[in-house]
């Protein structure tokens, strides 16, 4: 059943198949927020290593106005992750059902503000930074670390640098020649075949995400968020209106 198949991506029992799904849903949504946000506001939500990288160059640039903003995006992105760590932490103290259910309501919530309200949250800025901007670098701290915590630090949706090394990491031991059956088995070199399927996956989602987020904002506009915000709302849910086994 559909109510069985989206409780069981947040149940607190993991599996890989939940990991793995769960991660490329998100995937999916992180790319399309990426994507999309970025044709909305100029400027992509969930790299913060460029975030620093322009920081450092405008601190010798000496425009603190331009290494302000850049610090607050990955102030707002470390505060959604925080965010996500108080969330999740509180849940398993106090309770063993929908330990999940909390940031993924909070991003829904903060979607559904953007979708409606983006292009007025965006006439208002604090240290030159669009409030759409720092709200957006919350959401996807937000749910890099909700996926962080579900697969054990197994999987990341909002950034794919990791994910393209690995995937090159993987692809060199794979076609690496092994010359002689009869090596020592620590010179060995064999090919994590489903790490590498896995980040494939993560990589495509990000990226098809990234596609319909971008024909979305450039078409319909900010409103291209509220179904993604919908679909968080059910997968919430879903173990609450799960039949008892």
Same mark, same amino acid.
């Given at each position: 059943m559909p109510i069985n198949y989206l409780a069981s991506l947040t149940a607190p029992e993991r599996s890989a198949r939940a990991n793995l799904h769960l991660g490329v849903s998100l995937a999916f949504v992180a790319g399309a927020l990426n994507a999309g946000g970025f044709l909305a506001i100029g400027q992509y939500?969930?790299?913060?290593?460029?975030?620093?990288?322009?920081?450092?160059?405008?601190?010798?640039? #000496?425009?603190?106005?331009?290494?302000?903003?850049?610090?607050?995006?990955?102030? /707002?992105? !470390?505060?959604?992750?925080?965010?996500? @760590?108080?969330?999740?932490?509180?849940?398993?103290?106090?309770?063993?059902?929908?330990?999940?259910?909390?940031?993924?309501?909070?991003?829904?919530?903060?979607?559904?503000?953007?979708?409606?309200?983006?292009?007025?949250?965006?006439?208002?800025?604090f240290i030159n930074l669009s409030l759409t901007a720092v709200l957006l670098c919350y959401v996807m701290g937000l749910q890099n670390a909700l996926v962080t915590k579900i697969s054990n630090a197994e999987i990341r949706t909002t950034h794919?640098?990791?994910?393209?090394?690995?995937? #090159?990491?993987?692809?060199?031991?794979?076609?690496?020649?092994?010359?002689?059956? /009869?090596? !020592?088995?620590?010179?060995?070199?064999? @090919?994590?075949?489903?790490?590498?399927r896995v980040h494939l996956m993560l990589v495509t989602s990000f990226f098809c995400g990234g596609v319909v987020g971008a024909m979305g904002f450039k078409h319909i506009g900010f409103a291209t968020t509220i179904p993604l915000a919908i679909g968080l709302v059910l997968m919430s849910f879903a173990s609450m209106f799960k039949p008892n086994d």
């Open positions: 939500t969930s790299h913060m290593t460029g975030m620093l990288s322009t920081a450092a160059d405008f601190f010798v640039l #000496g425009n603190l106005e331009v290494v302000g903003t850049a610090f607050l995006s990955v102030l /707002s992105f !470390a505060g959604g992750a925080a965010s996500t @760590a108080i969330m999740v932490n509180y849940s398993k103290r106090n309770t063993d059902r929908n330990i999940y259910m909390p940031p993924l309501l909070v991003e829904a919530v903060l979607l559904l503000v953007f979708g409606l309200m983006g292009a007025n949250l965006q006439m208002h800025e794919v640098t990791g994910l393209v090394t690995d995937i #090159g990491i993987e692809l060199g031991k794979l076609f690496y020649w092994n010359r002689h059956d /009869s090596d !020592a088995r620590e010179f060995y070199v064999l @090919a994590n075949r489903t790490k590498l």
